[in-house]
């Protein structure tokens, strides 16, 4: 008898196949399931290698031992006419060929129905916006969470809301750190159970947590830094204060993460640290209310925090702060539909400069000053070192990358820098809706389309109801050639809100496909709340356009700039639904002196 036979008489080879056969589809199973429940990279390849090791060991008893009624035997201990090898090799035989069938089953599974969707999930990763491709989280980077509010007076809620935001404002002087804005953090409670999870959302390492108790004039601030991914306390403490410590208590706060987070502080980082905006407690109060309703960003809200920072500045005429933050009041009236740019814009400008000659280090003023530079004055080369020096002042602050961004550099046609600024905005502040919409519109000025439609349909999937979210998404449907799904967009978005932004470009795509009835409507719409009281230029102007009157949508434009409405007319050069007018000698004039040739970078060609 050779050896051959004897291999198959003992089913040495029936053993091996059935061995093969066996591992292949184990592999297959544990390689599909292993990664869905989050299984350790290593669990896989250990399997692969114990079974490596196991086939000779496995053929070995197949030739030693022999399956008999009585159990295992080695071979040469069974008489020839008590074996039941053969009967063996026969069940062996069906059981190859039950696991082949499953072996079968699963790669027709894996290649027709797993496969098509494992490619279907990386075309979507590779297309998605680059923010989507986290980077490696840095160590030295922080959220500061609201803090709860323990007072008995649960009106005493923008105090609580006032003492995180200052202490975020000194941690993020810090150049070393990254602080995630206050726009990205407020959307999550005090406290929370899911810190991993929030951490990673917001791209830090560590989590402050606090909690403020306010009894007259004495205050109680309870603090904890955590190491997010492994819920480690690395420092916790309880400050017990009067209100005239405060300033002190923050500053030491944050000084002491900066310390143990080990980041390098300068000398002037530790003076903008430590700096007390004010000596007046009734002063700071009045701001952190005002702060408190400025958060809110409505027209109204805006209102009442002018107000509260106008009673602070009463208190201490020399509190720059607070002329800063009513700078930045004034200057968002307009953007909130709340009066025309002619009569906030000066008075905003008025208030940043009394801000800077109090003092020149008030990042806030720096930003506000900027902003102006380009909206108002359409001064956007000179509202760069501006930005620059706020940002060196503090370079964590995501609304100085997002305007500088979104205002100077849009206008300019510097797309490519537009776009880095506005991912080190959103970087900062993840979850804030307008840096994520206005990363979309930064991509669409580069020419990236898809990746532009990718990054406004996140933005409206993390909030249906923000309808600049909306509109800028049809903006960027109506210049692939989707008209119905830029009509969808504009219809969503006129839906939620009165703001004569939305229903101009709804009614400027109902002129360019030719349903022109729906289109005057919308005009006379515009045109009656015009007459009644300040509504911007533009929509009109966009209107017309779609209408064809070229006359028109110019005398609205021009309309615009006599307005000083630079948040509409300032990107006259690089806004896609002004295409029709480039060329005209009128469009040109004005656009000239908006953004004058000789300082406008062109930007590359939008691909479709």
Known sequence: MNFFTELKRRNVIRVAGLYLVGAWLLIQVASTMLPAFDGPAWALRGLIIFLALGFIPALIFSWIFELTPQGLKRDEEVPPNESI????????????????????????????VLTPRREAGMVRASSASPNEHKEAVPEKSIAVLP????????SNAYFAE??????????????DLKVISRTSTQHFKSSPENLPEIAQQLGVANILEGSVQRSNDQVRVNVQLIKAASDAHLWA??????????????????????????????????????????????????????????NKRTASDLGKAAEYFKEAIAQDPNYALAYAALAQTWMLFPAYNGGAPNDYFPQAEAAAKKALAL???????????????SVYDFKDVAAIPEYERALQLDPNDATAHHWLANDALANLGLSARELAEMKRALDLSPLSLIINANVGVAYLHNGQLEQAIAQLRKT???????????????????????MAGAMAQFQKAVAVTDDPSPLGFLGHLYGVIGRKAEAREILKQLQDRRAKGYINAYPLAIVYLGLGDKDQALH???????????????PIRIDPILDALH?????????????????FAKTPPISK
């Open 583 to 599: 060329g005209d000698p009128r469009f040109e004039a004005l656009a000239e002196e908006i953004m004058p040739t000789r300082e």
């Open 460 to 482: 409206v999937e993390l909030d249906g109801a923000f309808y600049y979210g909306r509109w800028n998404l049809g903006v960027a449907l109506e210049v692939k050639g989707d």
């Open 359 to 373: 003092d020149e280090t008030c990042t806030e003023a720096h930003v506000a000053l900027a902003s102006l530079k």
């Open 85 to 112: 090898a053969p009967q063996t090799g026969r069940r062996i035989d069906r059981l190859i060929i039950v696991v082949l069938v499953l072996a079968l089953g699963y790669f027709a599974v894996d290649k027709f």
């Open 162 to 175: 006032g003492i995180q935001d200052e202490i975020l404002t000194r941690l993020a002087k810090v150049a």
């Open 147 to 154: 803090f709860e509010n323990l007072s008995d007076d649960k």
């Open 237 to 294: 403490d309880i400050y017990d204060r009067k209100m005239t410590d405060l300033f002190t208590v923050e500053s030491d706060i944050a000084k002491t993460i900066a310390d143990t987070l080990q980041a390098k502080l300068t000398g002037s980082e530790k003076k903008l640290m430590a700096k007390a905006p004010t000596a007046n407690k009734e002063a700071y109060e009045l701001y952190l209310k005002g702060r408190f309703f400025w």
């Open 556 to 570: 609205w434009l021009e309309q615009g700039y006599h307005d000083r409405d630079g948040f509409d007319i300032g």
